[in-house]
């Protein structure tokens, strides 16, 4: 009998339909608005996102495209979305028997979130945000249909992706950083990113869109939602 680690909540706040991505366990679920899912992640679990896609349209296969987020035109993801994405990060029972987690900007932004341990316990184990209005204030070589690129997919290269060896912050990754200080702008942006709870009693929640209005600069539809959430 396979023994869970954690579960994991993933709400939906926004006031339009958010299609939530898990993997590598969980794949996908509309999500309208007010909803929630929930996904049993086991033991040992690493390198997995939850990110929230807008804009979607999908056939009654499951088959279709999203504004921002998509995983190769599925509903139930099996791979990374398509940047820009706010990303949810979490590895479970690794080193030490710590759960490893953070939010990530390194794909972009989409989505407000916020990502708790349902019961904090002190230390690195307490709740993160990013509300920020990134959306609203993108730099113009940012700005893509739905959310905020990031630089590396925008421009390529070592200053950006950092694929080479080490890299430091750049003008464009301290816009992402000033806004949402806990959460990862660039790909080596560890020491003030990264988030620690105990291994096997923790479990967490994810919330697109926490403060209940996505801000000024998200509209009630998103462009290319097959419906809005009322």
Same mark, same amino acid.
């Given at each position: 009998?396979?023994?869970?680690?954690?579960?994991?909540?993933?709400?939906?706040?926004?006031?339009?339909?958010?299609?939530?991505?898990?993997?590598?366990?969980?794949?996908?679920?509309?999500?309208?608005?007010?909803?929630?899912?929930?996904?049993?992640?086991?033991?040992?679990?690493?390198?997995?996102?939850?990110?929230?896609?807008?804009?979607?349209?999908?056939?009654?296969?499951?088959?279709?495209?999203?504004?921002?987020?998509?995983?190769?035109?599925?509903?139930?993801?099996?791979?990374?979305?398509?940047?820009?994405?706010?990303? $949810?990060?979490?590895?479970?029972?690794?080193?030490?028997?710590?759960?490893?987690?953070?939010?990530?900007?390194?794909?972009?932004?989409?989505?407000?979130?916020?990502?708790?341990?349902?019961?904090?316990?002190?230390?690195?184990?307490?709740?993160?945000?990013?509300?920020?209005?990134?959306?609203?204030?993108?730099?113009? $070589?940012?700005?893509?249909?739905?959310?905020?690129?990031?630089?590396?997919?925008?421009?390529?290269?070592?200053?950006?992706?950092?694929?080479?060896?080490?890299?430091?912050?750049?003008?464009?990754?301290?816009?992402?950083?000033?806004?949402?200080?806990?959460?990862?702008?660039?790909?080596?942006?560890?020491?003030?990113?990264?988030?620690?709870?105990?291994?096997?009693?923790?479990?967490?929640?994810?919330?697109?869109?926490?403060?209940?209005?996505?801000?000024?600069?998200?509209?009630?539809?998103?462009?290319?939602?097959?419906?809005?959430?009322?």
């Amino acid at each position: 009998m396979l023994r869970w680690d954690a579960t994991i909540e993933v709400r939906n706040n926004c006031p339009y339909t958010v299609w939530a991505a898990s993997t590598p366990i969980g794949g996908g679920r509309r999500l309208n608005r007010g909803q929630t899912w929930v996904i049993n992640a086991p033991r040992g679990t690493k390198m997995a996102r939850i990110w929230g896609r807008t804009g979607c349209n999908f056939n009654a296969a499951g088959r279709g495209s999203c504004q921002t987020g998509d995983c190769g035109g599925v509903l139930q993801c099996t791979g990374w979305g398509k940047p820009p994405n706010t990303l $949810a990060e979490y590895a479970l029972d690794q080193f030490s028997n710590l759960d490893f987690w953070d939010i990530s900007l390194v794909d972009g932004f989409n989505i407000p979130m916020t990502f708790a341990p349902t019961k904090p316990s002190g230390g690195k184990c307490h709740a993160i945000h990013c509300t920020a209005n990134i959306n609203g204030e993108c730099p113009r $070589a940012l700005k893509v249909p739905g959310g905020c690129n990031n630089p590396c997919t925008t421009f390529g290269g070592q200053q950006y992706c950092c694929t080479q060896g080490p890299c430091g912050p750049t003008e464009l990754s301290k816009f992402f950083k000033k806004r949402c200080p806990t959460s990862y702008s660039y790909p080596q942006d560890d020491p003030s990113s990264t988030f620690t709870c105990p291994g096997g009693s923790t479990n967490y929640r994810v919330v697109f869109c926490p403060n209940g209005v996505a801000g000024p600069n998200f509209p009630l539809e998103m462009p290319g939602s097959d419906e809005v959430a009322k």
